[in-house]
Structures are given as C-alpha cells and as structure tokens.
C-alpha cells in the first residue's frame, strides 16, 4: 500500500467519524427538542390536573357539609309548633 493510499483511507475514515459524530450529535439534539416539548406539556397537564383536584376537594366539601346538614336535620327531633292563645 503506499503512502498516498493510506493518507486517502486516513482521510476518507476521518471523514466518516466525523459525519458520525456530527449525525449523533443532530439526533441528540432533536431527542433533546422532544423532551423538552415533553416536558413542557408534562407540567402544563400536572397544572391542569392538580386544579381539577382542588376543584373536586372543594365540591366534595360542600357536598359533605350539605350531606351532614341534612342528615343532622332529619335525625333532630321535630320542633313543637307553640300552641294558639286563645
């Protein structure tokens, strides 16, 4: 093999290491773009959910103070009416 060949394969090989260096670090870089996206509506949806939750926490309060209201009025025993003076 002489010298200008292996100065060739050296240089063809350096070449190819490099677009595959290149090529990983542009798919990185889009793998990267993605889970930033990901991420992004990963915390937009927990926003949206944990208000869902306080929304619910706090109907199912007024639920259950309605629920003991009712049941508190309906197990006290009946007020007497007063009698008519006559």
Do not use: W, Y
């Not at 595959?20 to 949806?45: C, F, H, K, S, W």
């Amino acid at each position: 093999m002489s010298a200008l060949a292996i100065i060739e394969a050296c240089e063809t090989t350096a070449k190819d290491i490099e677009e595959a260096g290149q090529a990983a670090a542009d798919i990185a870089a889009e793998i990267m773009d993605e889970a930033r996206q990901l991420a992004r509506e990963l915390r937009a949806n927990g926003n949206k959910i944990s208000e869902h939750l306080r929304e619910f926490a706090m109907l199912a309060k007024r639920v259950s103070t309605a629920m003991r209201d009712t049941r508190a009025e309906a197990l006290s025993p009946p007020e007497e009416k007063p009698s008519p003076e006559t």
